[in-house]
């Protein structure tokens, strides 16, 4: 039975995360560009993405891996492999109440279908609540948008966030390509 868990991206792992939006989104076949794209949706914040913000999922018994010499640098060790990944960002400074968005998330297609999406989008959560709450403040507020007809994703939201669909933006990639926007609330306390 596979195993994972969930860490902040450590800059020595940048290119595996690459390595899996390149795999997985059609319009970033080259490598250089997927790097670029990545980089571009993580530092979309002060303090640059490192830390806290970005975290890869980890198969802690992956038995067919083919990776780099580990380095005390690496969150990953050996028999183990970066199958995911997610990015959050915080909006408007610290404040009480806090708003953050969950910018993107990425499973590598064989790893699909097997709930380690709503892994990584729950422990990811936890550690930006600890985040927040080490600082004296709190989250108020996940956004996340996807395609309204992307219903595995809209699934993934519900069940991990508890969020919910409150506007949908028409024709916003092109024709017959709506986006929704969901919001998941959360109390102080």
Known sequence: MEQFRVERLLEMDFEKVVKI???TFSGLNDFEYAKLWV???????????QIPHFFVL????EEDVNI???????????NEKIVGYIIWLHEGGLRD??????KQIVIEESYRDKKVG????????????RYFHA???WIKIVKVTTGSKNIPAIKLYENALGAKI???????????????????RFNKG
């Open 21 to 23: 939006a390149n795999k």
């Open 39 to 49: 980089n571009y949706n993580s530092i979309s914040l002060p303090g640059h993405w």
């Open 58 to 61: 980890i198969c802690t018994n």
């Open 68 to 78: 780099s010499p580990v380095t005390e640098y690496s969150n990953v060790k050996p």
């Open 97 to 102: 109440g806090n708003i953050i968005e969950l």
């Open 118 to 129: 709503k892994i990584l989008t729950k422990e990811s959560f936890l550690e930006m609540q």
């Open 135 to 137: 600082r004296g403040h």
């Open 166 to 184: 409150e506007a949908t933006l028409r024709d916003y990639y092109g024709e017959e390509k709506d986006e929704v926007i969901m919001i998941a």
